[in-house]
């Protein structure tokens, strides 16, 4: 083989590592850009291997080959250069276009040259000419139609055309006749006519399949397309049997169909149903007869409104959606959040994995704007924490907070998953006009009664919400180098409102009479929100004096004091607790009665049965199914991850040194060390409170599927050397074999005489707390060392804990307090009353008079342990989860990857392997080596592409359309043929691969650029 040659077969090699590389570091931002350098580079070493190779032959051929990619690269580069970041979802559309265009050229050009081949090998070619012609311009017109919808040329409401199903049916079998009759016929007249045959009717079925998408579909049908182009490239390596278009198209088409996957999941879409164009057929019609309900009215509010309550928010999240893009707002956005940060206000930006136009269309804008990438978090991150948010405000989104998704099931977008901005105390929607969405529904979101309007241009109104803020709260220099904030006295909503009026059933909240017991059950706030519903609230007097909440401040939201509990019994329907009830309480119950409280039923069976006699009904707050949809009322979680805060804390105060390291004029101190046994709830929650105070912390549990939990929140996960999974029901650990125990208990002990503190909270529902620390363990540890027992009020963990006591044992000091929740009795009491509001909620579907017990509400049916009397519990057992839970506050639903096995993969893989044989038996040699390298890139693009970050999607679309972009290498190969009409068509493919080269590569760097981390 000649030298140039070799050099040409090398330059494909390298450049094929060079592409996997770069989609391999689009996993994480910081080795994106690297990532994408990697990319131009192995593209241009690709074209120089063409160049050196036999495949391009003349002066004429080298003259065509520079002259089409200086044209190329300079309309792609300036294109990418120009373009705006707003435009950017249209520029990808148009890259799109431009792969396909270039695949389907060369496969026309093929057919004019003449097929260079014989038997075997010009079958494969001609059926490889047939389906990259098709597929390339299916994807040319698509991807144009696509455009004209994204730039609102052409409507966005869905148009299918009559008979879609049989008319796809019509096109597949019209596509089979022609590739036979391609195959059979030795015309090249013919051959002519049939290519030019499938081009039109992949031109008619590109525009079809496009024009039946609706605006919520977009996102899905931009990826899909995306994924096309990959496989028109890859349809462009079998033509010209170059193994560096096959990868390159394989890895590309990958991508875009994993995309097309993940935008499916977000959007509730049949992945079935989007490949064949049928977008609309998961909406169920409603019945006749059947109105939607009436949507109410809208409330405007001003700017300086939403200042102030932004001012007087702790938590505010930001939900943005095309309408910012449109209004070219994401720098006022931006400088919003900045504002409000220096204010002490917590700012969180959800983004839904569809908001835009593209997926991670926001993620783009918003790293433009240099809001820092840490607190831009993905929709499934911000749910789970909506109920403790102040304020949502939603800037140009629609669909995408659209509650109808959730509770119309006659939707267009039903079923599809959205941030549930309603869930907010408040919430303020930015829009120019009551119009629908791009989906073209009605959003009840308007109409809620905790939601205002803020009408007018996006950009605008939050220009004006951060001169407002600087108005209302200035901040001023009082020496060099500090600042002093200087807020005007901002009243807080709540008490600028006035009392709410109800005349509905009564809720009572009683005084807990229990020892140590600080809480109340719904704190001021969470009693306005019950009295929204139409219940009325009676308050025993003094209920909520030890949690810091007067009469009076019940008063002001609309409650009615009353003087003892005996009357609240004697009115109330509900009685809301926080502890079970005493016997005196449970004799005050009377037929019909609801209690909602703790009430370990599986340990107190006799309490139950008392309740039940009493005629009552009774909702077990401890018995919530711990499922994402009732993360909201899981107050086990809520008190959970204060007791794990509260026991760092009470850590802190026994052991009398720093957690940091210190570097001070008396001496260099190093951090402490901190032992979490148990990663739950109360577990994260403390190791995210030592890795804050600046310990170094280690953690241990039983589960391995919470390591990436541990590290997340700051910890080390220490593993064992031993496989067992120790993952139980709900979420909790299970009993481990006597093996596990005893290499368990020996780190215990490595670790014991290294850590400083020991926080354990190891607990089994319904029975006595495994002991994890020994006595020998305590006295091994250094002196001062604290062992705080999360455990203690079934049995401790430590072999020397005493409930209720702080004992001092051989100078360490064992912490064995229960009521930790009780110690922050006023945050306890505010989470816990949001979970009563929600249980409240879920009963009666916000409107009291809608109260009732529905046993086909998973929710409901799990937490009732007794109805009217008659005893309920144990309940029907819920489906076992399969993986560790996702949340990292919250235990959550577990929800399996396409990467993990299912039952039907052997089915997959035999119908595969048998295909393989099919196809292979009667193909030529080189054919079955080409499909060995297609088979292997898609592998390997399947295996990569899970792993790219949400934010980065756009980045990933935009790169793999440059990529798709080296079908140029298969048009330079053909700048060398004498017949004018394959000469004009390798021209024209030339051109418009090297514009997605160009363009491609050259705005992904520009999107790379605008991702910033939060500086430290």
């Known amino acids: 083989m000649q030298l140039t040659q070799k050099i040409a077969e090398c330059s494909y090699i390298v450049a094929s590592l060079f592409f996997i590389y770069t989609l391999h570091a689009l996993s994480k931002v910081e080795s994106s850009k690297r990532g994408n350098a990697f990319g131009m580079l192995g593209m241009f070493l690709a074209i120089a291997g063409t160049i050196a190779s036999d495949e391009v032959k003349g002066t004429n051929a080298y003259i065509l080959t ?105 096109f597949l079998i019209f596509w089979l006749v022609m590739g036979g009759v391609l195959i059979a016929t030795d015309s090249l007249g013919v051959e002519i006519l049939v290519v030019l045959l499938s081009a039109f009717s992949g031109i008619v079925f590109g525009i079809m399949f496009t024009m039946a998408i609706g605006g919520a579909d977009m996102p899905v049908a931009v990826s899909v397309l995306n994924s096309l182009s990959g496989w028109s490239g890859c349809a462009a390596g079998f033509m010209t049997s170059n193994n560096l278009l096959i990868i390159t198209g394989a890895l590309v088409g990958a991508s875009g169909w994993i995309l097309s996957i993940i935008m499916c999941r977000g959007m509730n879409r049949s992945f079935a149903n989007v490949v064949f164009g049928s977008w609309g057929d998961a909406q169920k019609k409603r019945p006749e007869g059947e109105v ?103 800037i140009g989104a629609n669909d995408t907070v659209n509650p109808a998704a959730l509770e119309d099931p006659y939707s267009i977008i039903a079923g599809m998953p959205v941030v549930e901005v309603w869930r907010a105390t408040g919430c303020v929607v930015l829009k120019r006009s009551m119009r629908a969405g791009y989906a073209g529904v009605e959003n009840p979101l308007f109409f809620r009664e905790n939601t205002r309007m803020l009408f007018g241009d996006a950009k605008s109104s939050v220009d004006n919400l951060v001169q407002s803020i600087r108005e209302k709260a200035p901040m001023k ?262 093996e596990f125990i005893k290499a368990e208990m020996e780190l215990f002990a490595d670790q014991c005489r290294e850590v400083d503190i020991v926080v354990t909270t190891a607990l089994i529902p319904g029975k006595r707390a495994p002991t994890l620390i020994t006595k020998e363990m305590v006295e091994s540890m250094k002196p001062g060392s604290v062992v705080v027992d999360l455990a203690a009020e079934q049995g401790g963990n430590c072999e020397v804990t005493r409930k209720n006591e702080v004992i001092n044992h051989n100078g360490v000091f064992i912490v064995g307090l229960p009521d930790f929740p009780s110690r922050m009795a006023k945050q306890a009491s505010l989470m816990y009353g949001r979970n009563i509001v929600n249980i409240l909620d879920e009963m009666s579907g916000g409107k009291e008079a809608n109260f009732k017990y529905d046993f086909d509400n998973v929710i409901v049916r799990q937490s009732t342990v007794c109805h009217n009397g008659e005893i309920t519990f144990p309940p029907p057992k819920l489906a076992e989860p399969s993986a560790a839970p996702k949340s990292t506050t919250q235990q959550a639903d577990i929800v399996v990857t396409a990467e993990q096995p299912k039952d039907r993969d052997w089915m997959v893989m035999l119908a595969c392997g048998i295909l393989i044989y099919a196809i292979g038996i009667p193909s030529p040699d080189s054919f079955l080596g080409y499909l060995m390298v297609f088979m292997l890139a898609c592998i390997v693009g399947w295996k990569i592409i899970w792993n790219v970050a949400a934010a980065l999607h756009t980045p990933l679309m935009s790169v793999t359309n440059a990529v798709s972009g080296i079908v140029v290498v298969g048009a330079i190969g053909m700048l060398d043929a004498s017949n004018a009409g394959e000469l004009i068509c390798a021209l024209l493919a030339a051109v418009v691969a090297a514009i997605n080269v160009g363009g491609g590569f050259l705005v992904t760097q520009r999107m790379l650029g605008f991702f910033v981390l939060e500086k430290e």
């Open 292 to 394: 939607q309900e009436q949507q109410g009215e809208a409330v405007p509010t001003s700017a300086e409104e939403v200042a102030e309550r932004m001012l007087s928010a702790k938590r505010v999240v930001i939900v943005p959606g095309y309408g910012m893009a449109v209004a070219k707002a994401q720098g006022s956005v931006a400088e919003l959040a900045r504002e409000l940060r220096k204010r002490g206000v917590e700012i969180v930006f959800g983004i839904h994995p569809v908001a835009g136009r593209l997926p991670g269309h926001m993620n783009v804008l918003l790293s433009e704007a240099n809001v820092p990438y840490d607190i831009v978090l993905e929709m499934d991150e911000v749910n789970p924490d909506m109920d403790r948010t102040d304020l949502t405000l939603v």
């Open 66 to 170: 520079a002259v089409t990619l200086i044209i190329g690269f300079g309309v792609g580069g300036f294109c990418a250069r120009v373009v705006k970041m707003t435009q950017m979802p249209q520029m990808v559309g148009l890259l799109n276009a431009f792969g396909g265009l270039a695949a389907a050229l060369e496969g026309l050009g093929i057919i004019i040259g003449g097929a260079d081949a014989e038997g075997g090998e010009l079958v494969v070619l001609k059926i490889s000419v047939h389906v990259g012609v098709i597929i390339g311009m299916i994807t040319f017109l698509g991807s144009l139609v696509a455009c004209g919808k994204l730039m609102e040329i052409i409507g966005s409401n869905p148009r299918f055309p009559p008979f879609r199903n049989l008319i796809n049916l019509l």
């Open 477 to 738: 220099d009082t020496a060099p180098g500090e600042v002093e904030m200087v807020k005007k006295t901002v009243k807080k909503v709540e008490e600028e409102e006035p009392p709410v009026q109800a005349d509905g059933r009564i809720v009572g909240i009683v005084r807990e009479t229990a020892d140590r017991e600080k809480r109340v059950s719904v704190a001021p706030d969470g009693a306005r929100l019950i009295l929204k519903m139409n219940f009325q609230v009676y308050v025993e007097t003094g209920a909520g004096e030890a949690a810091g909440f007067t009469d009076v401040m019940y008063e002001k939201v609309g409650c009615k004091i009353v003087a003892t509990a005996h009357e609240v019994f004697e009115h109330a329907e509900i009685i809301a607790k926080v502890i079970a009830p005493s016997e005196d309480e449970i004799n005050m119950l009377h037929k019909g009665q609801t209690l909602i409280s703790f009430i370990w039923p599986r340990q107190n069976e006799q309490l139950v049965e008392a309740i039940a006699k009493r005629g009552a009904s009774c909702v077990a707050m401890d018995s919530v199914p711990r499922i994402s949809r009732a993360q909201r009322l899981d107050a086990l979680s809520s008190m959970a991850k204060i007791a794990g805060y509260r026991a760092i804390i009470e850590a802190c105060a026994h052991y009398q040194r720093f957690l940091n390291v210190e570097v001070t004029a008396a001496g260099k101190f190093p951090p402490s060390k901190v032992l979490i046994i148990g990663a739950g709830v109360a577990g994260l929650s403390a190791i995210g409170t030592a890795h804050s105070l600046g310990a170094v912390v280690n953690a241990f549990d039983t589960r391995p599927a919470v390591k990436l939990e541990v590290q997340s929140m700051g910890g080390n996960f220490l593993e064992l050397d031993f496989q067992e999974d120790g993952t139980g029901a709900g979420g909790y650990a299970k009993v481990m074999s006597p």
